[in-house]
């Protein structure tokens, strides 16, 4: 059995701003299943949903600060979260990283510093708690100085650091290094110095015994320039400790025999239900009720990552072709209007609506035949999992965690009963179109078109599957 200490910047259900939460709330509950010692250990926000018992259990003091840790239980498990405790960093309005008004804490690296330290504090035992990790995995810019302070302390634990995505990286001008009190030695190339700024997550990546990432494709398109934001360069060079393990799916929150959101419940057995669930979105949706009629669908933030333009450049050929299109989402506002245009102009092919529902996303997920997601990059991906679960093909572009968690729709994939889903290469409008067109094409053959739901429905993408995997890298280091 391992201690770990699992320390990240939010968790479902406490606080969720992003995919981060979804991971930590549900990776440490699969470890504990697995009979690991896992403790979760986060800031204690004021906007955190408070759960009922939240106790003090001790003060440590770090940078001439005060922090007390709390101690409460992830809710429905017995997975316990340690909460840091400090009022003036974290006691005011807003979510982890933005301010009431929706700007950037202006003391974001000092909270996150603070927060590192604390955490070095339990790693180190010096936090008066009489329970030390074995292994410490940490996650994305926020945590990456808890390998760098570690790596100046002697019988340190372990550490392994996971990117969530490589487009957020912790950069701070050079002053902040100073004016956040770290020790002096880890100002250097091979350290958190990066172009003569500071940078939390190459700390992260420099000082770790293990770098992972969110899927096996993501860990090499990051060793390349288009994918690495300048730290591919030290990403190829630690090509060896680094590696990718595919996040797995809430399995009871997206299972289309107990959702509570949709019209009707339907399993792999009772596959003819889910048109049901097809005639009343689109009755919803204020679209023609047509059973036969391709309905494709998607669930996005509205920007460019996500390949929402590759989208609006086939709207004027997809309304003139034999389908229709149900959208959520809400991001950039120039597409919004966009997207809402082509709904005001073609009411009985597109219904958009912006912002977010979680139950229509059920029901969209149960409803739709197609699932478009074309993202430019897509570091793991959650959609693409829930659409196979419940038995919607989707459409993905060749990147990322959706190159590994689709299987294309081709002959061989097609004859030996594999093929879940359609990808394709080039982000660009053209090839979205044509794996659309090819979509169609294999819907209109019912018998082929079942053959592939069954096998997505029948894939694995259960949390205990990449719970083992991450168990496996904490034995080896």
């Known amino acids: 059995m391992k201690k770990i200490l699992f320390a990240c910047s939010e968790a479902h259900p406490l606080i969720k701003t992003g995919g981060l939460a979804d991971v930590a ?5 699969a470890l504990a299943k697995l009979s690991q010692e896992i403790r979760i250990v986060l800031p204690n926000y004021q906007s955190l949903n408070k759960t009922e018992d939240v106790h003090f259990i001790s003060t440590v003091r770090v940078d001439n600060q005060d922090a007390n840790i709390l101690e409460t239980v992830l809710p429905n498990s017995n997975v316990k979260v340690w909460l840091v405790d400090c009022p003036t960093l974290f006691g005011t309005p807003g979510n982890p990283y933005l301010d009431e008004s929706g ?3 202006e003391n974001i690296a000092y909270r996150f510093a603070l927060f590192c330290r604390v955490v070095v504090e339990i790693a180190m035992n010096r936090a008066h708690l009489t329970w030390q990790p074995d292994v410490i995995h940490c996650n994305d810019w926020q945590t990456g100085l808890v390998p760098a302070l570690l790596s100046i302390e002697s019988n340190s634990p372990s550490t392994v650091f996971t990117i969530h995505n490589m487009a957020y990286q912790g950069m701070f001008p050079e002053s902040t290094f100073s004016d956040i009190h770290l020790p002096p ?5 091979n350290g958190v110095e990066f172009h003569n700024m500071l940078s939390f997550i190459k700390g992260g990546l420099s000082y770790s015994n293990r770098i992972t990432t969110v899927s096996p494709t993501y860990a090499l398109e990051i060793q390349l320039p288009e994918f690495g934001y300048g730290l591919e360069g030290l990403l190829s060079h630690k090509y ?3 590696s990718g393990i595919i996040n797995g799916m809430d399995l009871n929150q997206w299972n289309p025999a107990e959702d509570k959101s949709i019209s009707e419940p339907y399993d792999i057995n009772t596959l003819e239900k889910k048109v049901i669930n097809k005639t009343s979105l689109q009755a919803r ?3 023609p009720v047509n059973k036969s009629v391709p309905l494709f669908g998607l669930i996005s933030r509205l920007v460019e990552q996500k390949g929402i333009d590759l989208l609006l450049d086939c709207l004027d050929e997809m309304v003139n072709m ?3 299109l149900v959208l959520l989402g809400s991001g950039d506002k120039s597409v919004e209007q966009k997207l809402l245009e082509y709904a005001r ?3 009985k092919k597109i219904s958009v609506t912006i912002g977010y529902d979680e139950a229509l996303a059920h029901q969209i997920e149960a409803g739709v035949d197609i699932f478009l997601m074309p993202s430019r990059f897509e570091p793991c991906g959650l959609n693409q999992m829930y659409s196979q679960r419940y038995g919607t093909i989707p459409i993905v572009r060749e ?3 959706l190159a590994d968690t689709i299987e294309d729709a081709l002959p061989k994939s097609l004859s030996n009963n594999t093929a879940t889903g359609i990808s394709f290469k080039e982000a660009n409008y053209g090839a979205l179109l044509e794996a659309i067109k090819r979509a169609m094409l294999l819907y209109n053959d019912k018998k082929t078109w079942k053959k592939i739901q069954v096998s997505a429905m029948k894939k694995d993408f259960s949390w205990e599957n990449s719970a083992k995997q991450y168990l496996a890298l904490y034995e080896e280091i």
């Open 103 to 105: 700007n950037p804490w």
């Open 345 to 347: 102009l073609y009411p």
């Open 322 to 324: 034999p389908l229709q």
């Open 185 to 189: 030695q880890l100002w250097n190339p």
């Open 240 to 242: 060896s400790i680094l």
């Open 25 to 29: 709330g549900s990776l440490p509950r």
């Open 399 to 401: 990147t990322g965690g």
């Open 285 to 287: 949706s204020s679209l």
